[in-house]
Each structure stands twice: as structure tokens, then as C-alpha cells.
């Protein structure tokens, strides 16, 4: 592997935005596709988030391939949930942005973890990102699952080996936490307006 597992994600942020400052459904969506291989690393651990990530990334792009210029800016598939009010239901591609998003905000708060806290073991960096990002939005059931799940998690040593590649990982790791989330912030600003208005036209 050329550099580490962060490497193509890096490659593929440079395209997120169109010229105009535009978020593009595709590019977008290519980067989320192309953390997976580190989900894949954890094993067990992270197979509920796994499945969640790759569930709501193939409801995104089933829609986009429906009509690829219509719905070549991320938002736009939104935007025309919102005008036919069905942004909230379960099945939405609102739905399923928002929860793709929450999703990558608890890896950004994981791969930061494991750069500030050197001594944690995987299991604590896994928990107390848990606890800072997808917690709150989780019933009962699945909070006890996920939290079940995390304590799978690898031996934090031979995880930073084999997602190293032969790229600086730790450098990788800092540059992909400091780079994606002002993406992930706009959709939730995005996302949030949104449904605020939604629940002013009511």
C-alpha cells in the first residue's frame, strides 16, 4: 500500500468542493467509501458502524445514479426532500446524510483520541469517542450493542502497524482530523437549517 490507509481519502477531499465552493454529492460520498478499509482493520469492533456507513452511503448513490446531474450537489437531494416533506421520514437520503455524517464524526473523534492519548487502549479511545458523538442519538438497544462491540476492539499497537502502510500515519491521521470535519460541520449546519425550516412551514 502507497502511504497509509488515509492516503486515497486525503487524495479524494481535494474534490469535495466544486470551484464555486459547491458540495459535491459523488466526490463526497467517494471519500466516506474510502474509510471503510479502516473500519475493515478493527474487525468485529466496528461492524455496526460498518454496515450503518455503507447502508446510508448506497441510499446516497442509488438516488444520485437516478439522475447524476440533478443531483450532482450534495444538498440537492435535500433540498427536494424538504419542498415535498418527506425529509424526516426514516428512509430519506436526508436521513440517510445526517446519520453517514454523525457516523464520521465518531471516527474523526477516534483517530483524534488515539492521537492525544498514546496510552489509551483501543477500547477507551473507541468508548469515549462513542460517548462524545453517537450516544446521544442512540436508544437503549443500540447504545448497549455498540458498546458491547467496542470492547472487540484490536490491540491498538498492531492496528497503527497494519493501517500504516508506508505513509506517516500519525501525520496522516492529524491532517484527515483537521481536513474533513469543517466538511461534516457544513452538512450539519445544512442539515440543521433545513429541518428548521421544515418545522416552520408546518
Known sequence: MEGSVFTPSLEGMKHIKS???????????????????????????????KSDVGGNISRLEKKYETDPAKYNHLYSMVKEEVDCKTATDSSSCTNGLLWLTRAMDFLVELFRNLLAHPDWTMTESCTDSYGKTLKKFHGWIASSAFTVALKLAPDRKKFMEVIAGTGDVNADMEKFCSTFPPFLEENHK?????????????
Do not use: H, N, R, W
Not at 458540495?23 to 474487525?43: A, E
Open 19 to 49: 470551484p464555486e465552493g459547491e458540495m459535491l454529492t459523488k466526490p463526497f460520498l467517494d471519500v466516506c467509501k474510502l474509510i471503510l478499509p479502516v473500519l475493515d482493520k478493527f474487525g468485529s469492533a466496528m461492524s455496526l458502524v
Open 190 to 202: 445544512y442539515l440543521a437549517k433545513c429541518l428548521y425550516d421544515m418545522k416552520a412551514m408546518e
